[in-house]
């Protein structure tokens, strides 16, 4: 199957320890598809990334959060796939959430969580997902299991069609929650969650003020500044 209207991209800092593995793996996955590694790193992440194939660009500056909208946008294809470059997601849902996307979804997430906590995440971690969840689906009434997942399928063109807020941690859940209360059409698989390769940078507690931030702005924060074609 061609996947040339496909573009998976991610965010790097300091990963040369996984990410070789996680872009042998998106072209494995999706024969035709572009790789976009957007890059803050001060090891070797960008040029083991660009010996491979991918297309490195280097990081806008300002954080995670404009980096990840830089990594949205920097390509032209149909459908953006996101992903986390340690080596926690599986490769092997890519092309599901390609077709679903291709079916009309405009974002097809995965779901981490399930219904007990995976091995790979501690318990304090995955009630709070769980909890994020929770009240995403409250507030966009309808069901949000994993509002912090890396790894989802947008279809290009919704990317466009909001302001995101860049300000601060945790953007994925602004990514999930803006299109879900815009009533954009969302679905959300099951995945295994794995062990991350190389230390994490991120800092739990600041991650969950910012959650709780995102999750309880009003409504009318929300901006989007196109309509769906």
Known sequence: MDFSDVAVVMITLNEEEAIAKVVKDAFSALPGAEVVVVDGSSDATPEIAAGLGARVIREPGGGAAPALVAALRASDRAIVVTVDADDTYPAEIYPELVARVRAGDDIA???????????????????????????????????????????????????????????????????????????????????????????????????????????SRPGRAVRRIAPAP
């Open 109 to 215: 997430g995965t779901d981490r969580l399930g219904r007990r906590p995976p091995s790979t995440m501690p318990l304090a971690n995955w009630l709070a997902n769980v909890s994020f969840g929770l009240l995403a689906s409250a507030r966009a009434r309808r069901r949000i299991l994993d509002v912090h997942s890396g790894q989802r399928a947008y279809r290009r063109g919704l990317i466009d069609e909001f302001a995101w807020d860049t300000s601060g941690p945790a953007l994925p859940v602004d990514l999930i929650l803006w299109p879900a209360l815009a009533g954009c059409r969302i679905s959300e698989v099951p995945i295994p969650y794995r062990d991350r390769v190389g230390s994490t940078t991120l800092s739990r507690w600041k991650s969950g003020v910012a959650t709780c931030r995102r999750l």
